[in-house]
């Protein structure tokens, strides 16, 4: 069966200092992977999504950007944290087919003071 | 332009009675899968039901079934026989086929009351 795992589960992080969130998945090849953040209380916001190695799609021009250096591994970066950049992040995997479902990770809590 | 819209932003239920939290949803495209998930106030999103464009029956997972009007571009989800552990958040969301991006609504926070 597939797995989905993010980490770190919580992250506190002053402003200005980079970041690095990780997302794998397991049992499953060449997926669709995607990072969303959630303000509290609001809906998912896509950030970015990749159909394979190396490709990226940016939804939202901001200060984050994305990685797929392996084919179950998604990158989620920022050289410099903005306070607007506190968040709940979510990783997803789906299979790409014509009537797949999405899956989503345990979540990334991030606090930037 | 696709969009799926939640209008009941918090809901009150009775445990063990049936509630049924809306979903619309607009896109021109007649091939699309409807989907809801359910977080929980740990934060992780569990897939609960889908359904197909194409699907002529409504889907159903257990007490889960999402009441799927096609002309009404309509589809609720209803949960029978309330749980307390039911009270969450539920977000519908939708795939037009052969795209990669998936569409959220802005969820409809479900509280059940003993």
């Known amino acids: 069966s597939q797995t989905i795992h993010q980490w770190p589960a919580t992250l506190v992080q002053p402003v200005g200092s980079p970041l690095s969130l990780e997302c794998t998945v397991e049992?499953?090849?060449?997926?669709?992977l995607y990072w969303y953040r959630q303000a509290a209380g609001r809906g998912l916001q896509l950030l970015f999504y990749?159909?394979?190695?190396?490709?990226i799609s940016s939804e939202v021009p901001q200060n984050l950007s994305a990685s797929r250096p392996q084919d179950r591994q998604f990158i989620l970066s920022s050289k410099k944290l903005l306070l607007s950049d506190s968040g709940f992040y979510l990783c997803?995997?789906?299979?790409?087919?014509?009537?797949?479902?999405?899956?989503f990770g345990p979540g990334t809590r991030l606090t930037v003071l | 332009a696709q969009k799926i819209t939640q209008t009941q932003p918090g809901m009150f239920v009775q445990e063990k009675e049936a509630v049924t939290l809306d979903c619309t949803y607009d896109?021109?495209?007649?091939?699309?899968?409807l989907f809801w998930y359910k977080q929980p106030s740990s934060g992780e999103m569990i897939f609960l039901i889908y359904?197909?464009?194409?699907?002529?029956q409504n889907a159903t997972e257990g007490r889960y079934s999402l009441n799927f009007q096609k002309a009404r571009k309509s589809a609720n989800l209803v949960i029978s026989a309330s749980q307390l552990g039911d009270s969450a958040m539920y977000f519908c969301?939708?795939?037009?086929?052969?795209?990669?991006?998936?569409?959220f609504g802005s969820g409809t926070k479900l509280n059940v009351k003993p």
């Open positions: 997803a995997w789906s299979n790409g087919g014509a009537t797949d479902t999405q899956y």
């Open positions: 049992g499953t090849s060449n997926p669709n």
């Open positions: 990749s159909v394979g190695i190396g490709q």
């Open positions: 896109t021109s495209d007649p091939s699309y899968g």
């Open positions: 359904q197909g464009s194409y699907d002529q």
């Open positions: 969301a939708m795939r037009i086929y052969n795209f990669n991006k998936f569409y």
